[in-house]
Each structure stands twice: as structure tokens, then as C-alpha cells.
């Protein structure tokens, strides 16, 4: 398993246009091979966000970010004015991982 985190500092009072903007985009992950997951976070502090998603290999999140769909998603409406700054990508393998047993 493979995970790809970008970091977002959101400037103040733009948080519910960050929201928006995530809310009413089209991904294009659902078609991808290797994707697993997806979420974003908003943390504890003002402005704190983490787009998370979960892959099946490296190698299927690398693909991703070479595709028509990758260019696509992201080519969509900018956040001018939203971001405080750039997105802070971090990657992670997984070393162990663990379910949540099946509930009846």
C-alpha cells in the first residue's frame, strides 16, 4: 500500500471556499488503476487541510500522476486567493497495516 498527502494552508476566512472547490470537482480517480482511497482532512488548526489518498503500489500512484486524468483533475477551477501558499506533498510506504474486523 502507498499513500500521497498534499498539505494545504488555507488563507483565513477561505476555508469554506476550499470546501466548495473540492466538494464540485470531478476527480477521475474512480477510473484509475491502484486507486483505493481517497479523503480530505481538515485538521485542528484554521486553515489546516490534507488531501489523502491510498494506492495500491508506488507504481499505480506514479501512473496516475502521468495521465490525461491526472491532468484533467487538476486543470480544473484554481484556488487564486484560497492557498496561502503551495501544496506540501508527502509519500509514505506501508510497512504494516491493519483492518477493522468484519461487524455483523
Known amino acids: ?4 498527502m ?5 488563507n483565513p476566512g477561505r476555508e ?13 480517480l474512480e477510473s484509475v488503476p491502484g486507486f483505493l482511497r481517497f479523503a480530505l482532512l481538515k485538521g485542528d488548526e484554521p486553515g489546516e ?10 507504481a499505480a500512484f506514479e501512473a496516475w500522476t502521468r495521465s490525461e486524468a491526472f491532468r484533467a483533475a487538476h486543470g480544473q477551477a484554481p484556488l487564486h486567493g ?14 504494516l497495516t491493519q483492518e477493522a474486523p468484519a461487524r455483523a
Request: zero cysteines; aromatic letters at 18%; a neutral charge.
Open 49 to 58: 487541510y490534507i488531501s489523502h489518498s491510498t494506492w495500491e503500489s508506488r
Open 6 to 10: 498534499n498539505r494545504f494552508a488555507i
Open 16 to 28: 469554506a471556499d476550499f470546501e466548495a472547490a473540492w466538494r464540485t470537482r470531478e476527480s477521475y
Open 82 to 95: 484560497v492557498l496561502a501558499g503551495p501544496p506540501r506533498l508527502s509519500v509514505y510506504e506501508a510497512v
Open 1 to 4: 500500500m502507498f499513500v500521497a
